[in-house]
Nanobody, 116 residues
Framework: QVQLVESGGGSAQAGGSLRLSCVAS????????MGWHRQVAGKSRDMVAVITDGGTINYREAVKGRFTISRDNAKNTVYLQMNSLKPEDTGVYFCWYRPLRGDDHWGQGTQVTVSS
């Protein structure tokens, strides 16, 4: 089993920045993908950014050029630096982990609120 603990998030003005961190612990697979998904009330949970242990990255189109995902494999930690925030970035951000072979794991979520 894998546990994910998120930190960061909170409130920011439009144009501001926030940084999210997520530490994974437990039975961490050597090859895995970690990342962040966002959920707005009443809507599905959508991918924001993901990164493999080898460094391959995918971003949601709407955040390209503004958000940067990175990870420290030695610390089993993934980060999301969010710059030039927009009100539409508001939502609950969930840390996500998927081993090469296995099931998805989710953190508890952290609220990000961007005001105009």
């Amino acid at each position: 089993q894998v546990q994910l603990v998120e930190s960061g998030g909170g409130s920011a003005q439009a144009g501001g920045s926030l940084r999210l961190s997520c530490v994974a612990s437990g039975n961490i697979a050597r090859h895995n993908t970690m990342g962040w998904h966002r959920q707005v009330a009443g809507k599905s949970r959508d991918m924001v950014a993901v990164i493999t242990d080898g460094g391959t990255i995918n971003y949601r189109e709407a955040v390209k050029g503004r958000f940067t995902i990175s990870r420290d494999n030695a610390k089993n930690t993934v980060y999301l630096q969010m710059n030039s925030l927009k009100p539409e970035d508001t939502g609950v951000y969930f840390c996500w982990y998927r081993p090469l072979r296995g099931d998805d794991h989710w953190g508890q979520g952290t609220q990000v609120t961007v005001s105009s």
